[in-house]
């Protein structure tokens, strides 16, 4: 049975089932386990934190059976015995069977997570905590009902969350959409129903990696994404909605142009830093 920490979140012990390369960076990894019918979503940009084992053990070391005590108890294990824990977005959920799809992205020198999943197969164990209440505050896109234009930038750690985002926008809504990568082979189709226009930012041609929103040479910001929004045409709106996720820096630049620049009111704008440049997560939780 799964055990409850905050309300409405959960642990859920999961399995991978399989594995998918979406990209030269980008897996998916799909989990499966019996508590999944336990797991509810409206998906969108829904936040989880998965717990991954160390190499050479077969799950992950988190006492998840001590309910609220679980924190202090993990945080009390050895460094090499703790489970690594990581912020991930669910990319999809399905039902009969119960599964889930999570996205990763690889990188050099790979983290902990990223050598996970590119490792991971078939029975490979999990923990996950997650929502047990479809509606939760690990949801951020939450735009207003009086919402005429949706204005959305993401890098490759956000993409999982646009394309949910995405495919949950009804028809006829308004979107434009600004998504970078750091390969032309990570570009996906992606569906929606709403009119929406994407755009893909590529920052590496040629195998010369294009600078992007942390600091160019010299210290010189270099924005590639400031750059096209600052040349975007925007199509005529009242009220605009704008979400921006990745990497912090970057976000906060791309915050202030759309508030500072384009007159947004900074109440209609989201924005979620998913990771800092240079900083492990476990650097970022010291920090807060």
């Known amino acids: 049975m799964t055990t409850a920490v905050a309300a409405p979140f959960r642990f859920f012990p999961l399995q991978v089932v399989r594995t998918r390369r979406l990209g030269p960076s980008l897996v998916r990894v799909t989990f499966a386990g019996d508590d999944l019918r336990y797991f509810l979503s409206e998906g969108r940009d829904q936040s989880l ?8 053990q077969s799950e992950p070391a988190i006492p998840y059976q001590l309910g609220d005590g679980w924190w202090q108890a993990w945080r009390e294990l050895p460094d090499d015995v703790r489970a690594v824990m990581r912020s991930y977005t669910l990319r999809s959920l399905r039902r009969d069977p119960d599964e889930i799809d999570v996205d990763f992205v690889l990188h050099t020198p790979a983290g902990p997570a990223s050598a996970w999943a590119a490792r991971a197969a078939a029975g490979d164990r999990v923990v996950l905590l997650g ?5 939760n505050r690990a949801i951020r896109f939450r ?3 009086d919402t005429d234009l949706t204005l959305i930038w993401g890098d490759e750690t956000a993409l999982p969350a646009v394309s949910a985002i995405l495919e949950s926008l009804p028809a ?3 979107a434009r959409v600004w998504l970078e990568v750091r390969d032309a082979g990570n570009i996906q189709d992606l569906a929606t129903e709403a009119d929406a226009e994407i755009t893909w930012l590529v920052r590496d041609t040629d195998g010369v990696e294009v600078p ?3 600091k160019g040479v010299g210290g010189a910001p270099t924005p590639m994404a400031l750059d096209a929004l600052r040349a975007a045409r925007l199509p005529a709106a009242e009220r605009p909605y704008v979400w921006i996720a990745g990497e912090s820096g970057c976000v906060k630049q791309l915050r202030r142009h759309f508030v500072g620049e384009r007159g947004i009111d900074r109440r209609r704008v989201t924005f979620v830093g998913y990771w800092r440049q240079g900083l ?3 650097q970022l939780r010291e920090r807060e």
């Open 49 to 56: 934190s998965l717990f991954l084992p160390h190499p050479g």
């Open 131 to 135: 929502p047990a209440v479809a509606d």
């Open 143 to 145: 735009p207003p009902e």
């Open 172 to 174: 006829g809504a308004r």
């Open 212 to 214: 992007h929103c942390p």
């Open 280 to 282: 492990s997560e476990e």
